[in-house]
């Protein structure tokens, strides 16, 4: 008979029809309890009950320097031992080395900064493209219509479809690919030294991502740790 470690974490994940994870923030928190064999489940929260929710938890975004509230986000963690409730994955990620220090895991190297800088820089304007406008496909209806008010609003009132107009999603590929393969390199740097979600989206982007050198190395050698997806 199997038996189940009583979860030390409740980790709450982005909620979509496939009844997966499939964002690369959430991702980041679930591959360190994955790793660490911190025993955890998961409730997924669709778009609309994001802000209630957490907001029942206690939690606040606090304020920007702008003035402006920032947004309730996940992935969000109740660290059931302590009562702990923290929002946002760098300090989820700090909390989680911190509290379960083996194996470790070095969340800040000036090489990691560095990759992650420019893989914001250069992915992140791809994703925005490619990713933005077909993540509605996997909501649920009530989910889809808070990410279209929400997203075109964001946009300035354009609508998601026109992301994909004629040639801009290949014009934002080729315009990203120099960076890309340059990101790629920096992943490689230490693969002699030690042992993404744009899938779940469409496999047709997973698979322009995934080919480059760098790239599919991190991919493979996290595969391990993503056979857990809920």
């Given amino acids: 008979m199997v038996t189940h470690a009583e979860p030390e974490i409740i980790l709450y994940d982005l909620a979509c029809i496939k009844k997966i994870c499939f964002s690369p923030a959430v991702w980041r928190i679930r591959l360190m309890l994955n790793y660490k064999k911190i025993p955890y489940r998961t409730i997924f929260l669709e778009f609309p009950d994001i802000e209630p929710t957490l907001t029942k938890l206690g939690l606040d975004p606090g304020t920007a320097p702008s003035g402006a509230r920032n947004k309730f986000t996940l992935p969000t963690i109740h660290h059931l031992p302590t009562n702990i409730h923290l929002m946002d994955s760098h300090p989820i990620a700090h909390f989680l080395e911190s509290t379960y220090p083996d194996p470790p895991i070095p969340l800040t190297s000036p090489l990691g900064t560095e990759?992650?800088?420019?893989?914001?820089?250069?992915?992140?304007k791809v994703f925005r493209t490619c990713i933005l406008p077909r993540e509605i496909h996997i909501l649920s209806p009530r989910a889809q219509?808070?990410?279209?008010?929400?997203?075109?609003?964001d946009l300035g009132g354009k609508r998601l479809e026109e992301l994909l107009g004629e040639g801009e999603e290949e014009r934002s590929w080729e315009a990203a690919g120099k960076g890309m393969?340059?990101?790629?390199?920096?992943?490689?740097?230490?693969?002699?030294?030690?042992?993404?979600?744009?899938?779940v989206v469409d496999e047709g982007v997973f698979g322009r991502v995934v080919v480059l050198p760098g790239f599919r190395d991190v991919y493979e050698a996290c595969l391990p740790y993503m056979e857990r997806k809920d």
């Fill in 181 to 199: 393969r340059g990101v790629g390199e920096l992943l490689r740097t230490n693969r002699a030294e030690g042992p993404f979600a744009a899938r």
């Fill in 145 to 153: 219509e808070y990410f279209r008010r929400t997203r075109e609003a």
């Fill in 115 to 124: 990759i992650e800088l420019q893989a914001r820089a250069v992915i992140g």
